[in-house]
C-alpha cells in the first residue's frame, strides 16, 4: 500500500501545483505583449499564416534570428491540429510533459542508484515538490519542454551506460538536437554527454568512432539544415539563434546601475525619436567601430560617450524584437555583434570587476527574487511558499550531494552536480533571470534521498538488479 502511494504521490503533488498555479494566474498572455510570451505567439501565428518564421504582424515578415525554432513550431502544429489559437493545447502537452519528466526522473535514479527502486520514487517525490516546474506548464516558453528533453537526454545516456545498445546512442542524439533547438543555452552540453557515454567501461578504443558518430549525427541531422536557413537568412552563421552580445552587454549593464541608467535614457531618446533607427551616421561609425580594434571602444578603461551611444542604438534595435515591427534581421544580428564585441572589451580593461559581475549574476541565479515566469508573481500569496521551498531545496542538495560522494555514490550524483554546475556556469557570464535555475531542480531532487534511513544502499527486495556503469 506505501508502494503504490509513493509511486502515485508525486504525480498527484504535481497535478495539484499546476491546478493552484493555473487558478491564480491572472496574466494576459497577449500576442502583442512585448515579451517572449507574446513573441512565441506572433511566430506561430506567422508559421500558420504566412509560412514565415517572423514576430512581425504587421507589413513584411521579417525572419526572427533571436529565438530557437521548435517552440513556436510545436505551438503552430498544435493550432494547426486544434483549428484554434487557444493556448489550452499547449498548455496540456507541458502538463502531460512534467509528469512524464517526474516518471524519467523516477527511472534514472533507479538505474544510477543500482536498480533501487525505493530510491527512484522518493527521487521523483522530492523532485515533484519543486512549485517552480509546475508553474512553468502554464507559461508559453520554452522551460517546460526543455526539462522534459533534458531529462529524456539525461535517461537515454544512463540507458546506454546499464544497458548498452546503439538505439540508446540514436535517441540520445536526437533528444540532444531537439534540446539545443528549443534552449540554445544547451549547445554545449552534447560534450559532458559524450564524456559520459565514453567513460563507461565497456567502451574500448575501436568503440570510440562509432559511438560519437551514433550520437553526432543524428544530433547534426536536426541542427545543422536550421543553421543551413539561418544563414540564408541573414548571412551569418549561426548555430540556432543570435542574442550573445545583448545578453553579456546586458549582463554587465545590470550590476552597474550608472551605466545602465545612461543606456536607458539613450534609447528612450531612440524610441521617442522613430527616424533614428536609420541614422546613416550612426550605423557608419558601429560599422567602422566593429571593423577597428578593441581599444577604440574603451578608453581611459571607460566606454566613451559614442560608444556607449551606439551600444544604446544597437540594443534598441534588438529589443524591436519585441515590437510588431521589427528591423531587419541582418541589422539585428549586426547589432548583436557590436554589443558583444563591446561587452568583451569591457571585460578584458576589468577582468576583476567582471568576475564580480559574474559573480553577481550567479547570486541572482540561485538566490535572486523568484519571478515565476511571467515576469510579475503568479499569485503573491504563494510566493513566500515557493521561495521556501527553494531555499530548502538549496540547503539539502549541498548537504545530500556531501553525504554521497563521502559514501563514494558519485555516479548518483554526477547528472545532479554537472547540471547544477553546467547551468551556473553558463548563464552567468551574461544577464540571468531566477526562472533559468529551474531545470536544476529537479536533478536536484535526486540528491535528497540520500538522507533516508538505508542511505542509497541496494535492497533486493525493493529494487531490481542494477548495473552502476
Given at each position: 500500500?506505501?508502494?503504490?502511494l509513493l509511486q502515485v504521490l508525486p504525480f498527484v503533488i504535481a497535478v495539484s501545483y499546476m491546478t493552484a498555479f493555473s487558478a491564480v494566474d491572472s496574466y494576459p498572455y497577449s500576442l502583442s505583449a512585448p515579451d517572449d510570451q507574446g513573441l512565441f505567439q506572433r511566430i506561430a501565428l506567422n ?57 524519467f526522473i523516477s527511472r534514472i535514479a533507479t538505474m544510477v542508484a543500482d536498480g533501487n527502486r525505493r530510491y527512484g520514487l522518493f527521487s521523483a517525490l522530492f523532485a515533484s515538490l519543486i512549485p517552480f516546474a509546475a508553474a512553468a506548464t502554464h507559461v508559453i516558453l520554452t522551460e517546460s519542454l ?324
Amino acid at each position: 500500500m506505501c508502494k503504490r502511494l509513493l509511486q502515485v504521490l508525486p504525480f498527484v503533488i504535481a497535478v495539484s501545483y499546476m491546478t493552484a498555479f493555473s487558478a491564480v494566474d491572472s496574466y494576459p498572455y497577449s500576442l502583442s505583449a512585448p515579451d517572449d510570451q507574446g513573441l512565441f505567439q506572433r511566430i506561430a501565428l506567422n508559421i500558420l499564416n504566412r509560412g514565415a518564421f517572423s514576430g512581425s504582424l504587421a507589413g513584411k515578415a521579417i525572419f526572427c534570428p533571436t529565438r530557437p525554432p521548435l517552440y513556436p513550431l510545436i505551438l503552430a502544429l498544435t493550432w494547426k491540429i486544434t483549428g484554434s489559437t487557444s493556448l489550452l493545447p499547449i498548455r496540456l502537452i507541458q502538463a502531460v510533459c512534467y509528469l512524464f519528466t517526474l516518471y524519467f526522473i523516477s527511472r534514472i535514479a533507479t538505474m544510477v542508484a543500482d536498480g533501487n527502486r525505493r530510491y527512484g520514487l522518493f527521487s521523483a517525490l522530492f523532485a515533484s515538490l519543486i512549485p517552480f516546474a509546475a508553474a512553468a506548464t502554464h507559461v508559453i516558453l520554452t522551460e517546460s519542454l526543455t526539462l522534459f528533453f533534458l531529462t529524456v537526454t539525461v535517461f537515454f545516456a544512463v540507458s546506454f551506460r546499464t544497458k548498452s545498445g546503439l538505439p540508446s546512442l540514436f535517441a540520445l542524439g536526437a533528444s540532444l538536437g531537439l534540446l539545443i533547438l528549443l534552449r540554445p543555452t544547451f549547445m554545449l552540453i552534447p560534450a559532458l554527454f559524450l564524456g559520459y557515454v565514453l567513460l563507461s567501461p565497456k567502451i574500448k578504443k575501436k568503440d570510440v568512432v562509432p559511438v560519437v558518430l551514433a550520437v553526432v549525427l543524428p544530433l547534426a541531422a536536426l541542427v545543422v539544415p536550421w543553421t543551413m536557413y539561418v544563414k540564408s537568412e541573414t548571412g551569418t552563421c549561426t548555430l540556432v539563434r543570435t542574442g550573445v552580445g545583448l545578453n553579456l552587454m546586458t549582463g554587465i549593464l545590470q550590476n552597474n546601475p550608472p551605466l545602465l541608467e545612461d543606456v536607458r535614457k539613450n534609447i528612450v531618446h531612440f524610441q521617442k525619436n522613430a527616424h533614428a533607427g536609420n541614422d546613416l551616421d550612426l550605423i557608419k561609425e558601429r560599422e567602422s567601430l566593429v571593423r577597428s580594434g578593441r581599444d577604440t571602444l574603451i578608453l581611459g578603461g571607460q566606454f566613451p560617450k559614442h560608444v556607449l551611444k551606439l551600444a544604446s542604438f544597437c540594443a534598441y534595435k534588438y529589443i524591436s524584437i519585441w515590437t510588431s515591427q521589427p528591423f531587419t534581421s541582418s541589422e539585428i544580428v549586426e547589432c548583436d555583434q557590436f554589443l558583444k564585441k563591446t561587452a568583451l572589451a569591457w571585460a578584458e580593461y576589468h577582468p576583476f570587476g567582471y568576475l564580480q559581475t559574474v559573480a553577481a549574476n550567479a547570486a541572482t541565479l540561485m538566490f535572486g527574487k523568484f519571478q515565476p515566469l511571467v515576469y510579475h508573481e503568479i499569485g503573491p500569496h504563494l510566493y513566500l511558499f515557493t521561495a521556501a521551498v527553494r531555499w530548502a531545496f538549496l540547503f539539502f542538495f549541498i548537504g545530500g550531494s556531501v553525504l554521497l560522494l563521502k559514501r563514494r555514490k558519485f555516479h548518483v550524483a554526477f547528472f545532479p552536480l554537472a547540471l547544477v554546475f553546467y547551468i551556473i556556469i553558463v548563464h552567468s557570464p551574461m544577464h540571468t533571470e531566477p526562472r533559468y535555475f529551474i531545470y536544476a531542480y529537479s536533478f536536484m531532487g535526486m540528491v535528497l534521498p540520500a538522507f533516508l534511513p538505508g542511505g542509497i544502499s541496494n535492497d533486493p527486495g525493493r529494487g531490481e538488479p542494477g548495473n552502476r556503469g
